[in-house]
């Protein structure tokens, strides 16, 4: 099977957040849906690996911050690539308390839910959650998986639902694509395409994804 046409349907980008007791956490998500109009019924799809589907489950409350285009990169790899069990990630971004959970300032706008329901798959766990509160607090257009992908140049967390090894997306990729080396943040899959040797770049250089620095990017062949 060419597993890249499960990339021709559609998704967004979200930060998925709960609490951890006192404490808020949350993780990147991509699987995020509406089941039902009335009452409102949100899905979200997370991997059993994440800290954040414990602490759902815990606290029996979610919400999904919706990011814009013009969402700061840096917020996917924030939450996305590294762990609420050792970083309190809420501690540098911008966020506000919202019927009980936190969410995301910088973002299209919000929906709080209450679980209701859910169901378990061999690696994630499908929460449903009746919606008890939301807002919207930009008017930017939201970012689609794809705009993530082809325009901030991101790659998905192994814990996303929609992850594809590299190996079976180039050995699935049609024989016409070429390809050529770049720069590649090894932590979150960041492609550096500037024209720039990357040995000129600042020492300061950063990933804008991950945070991470130069030297954790590695020359490969990526696919055009």
């Not at 991509?30 to 009452?39: G, L």
């Not at 991997?47 to 700061?72: K, Q, R």
């Not at 069990?85 to 936190?102: A, L």
Request: proline fraction near 6%; hydrophobic fraction near 35%; glycine fraction near 6%.
């Amino acid at each position: 099977m060419n597993s890249k046409v499960l990339r021709t349907l559609s998704y967004g980008v979200y930060i998925v957040s709960t609490m951890d007791g006192e404490r808020p956490t949350g993780c990147t998500a991509n699987s995020a849906m509406q089941i039902t109009s009335s009452p409102a019924t949100i899905a979200v799809s997370i991997n059993h690996d994440n800290y954040t589907n414990h602490c759902i489950d815990a606290s029996g409350l979610f919400a999904v911050s919706i990011l814009a285009e013009t969402s700061a990169p840096s917020l996917i790899g924030h939450f996305g690539f590294q762990s609420g069990r050792e970083v309190n990630k809420f501690d540098t971004v911008s966020f506000e308390m919202k019927s009980g959970v936190p969410i995301i300032t910088d973002s299209c706008g919000y929906i709080v839910c209450k679980v209701i329901n859910k169901m378990e798959t061999s690696s994630h766990t499908v929460f449903l959650g009746e919606v008890i509160d939301g807002d919207v607090l930009l008017s930017a257009p939201a970012m689609t998986y794809a705009y993530y992908h082809n325009v901030i140049k991101g790659k998905s967390p192994k814990t996303a639902p929609t992850y594809i090894p590299e190996e079976e997306s180039a050995a699935s990729a049609p024989t016409e694509n070429t390809s050529a080396s770049k720069w590649v943040c090894s932590v979150c899959g960041y492609i550096y395409d500037g024209d720039t040797p990357f040995e000129e770049l600042p020492d300061d250089f950063v990933c804008p994804l991950c945070k991470q620095p130069k030297d954790k990017f590695k020359l490969q062949e990526v696919t055009l």
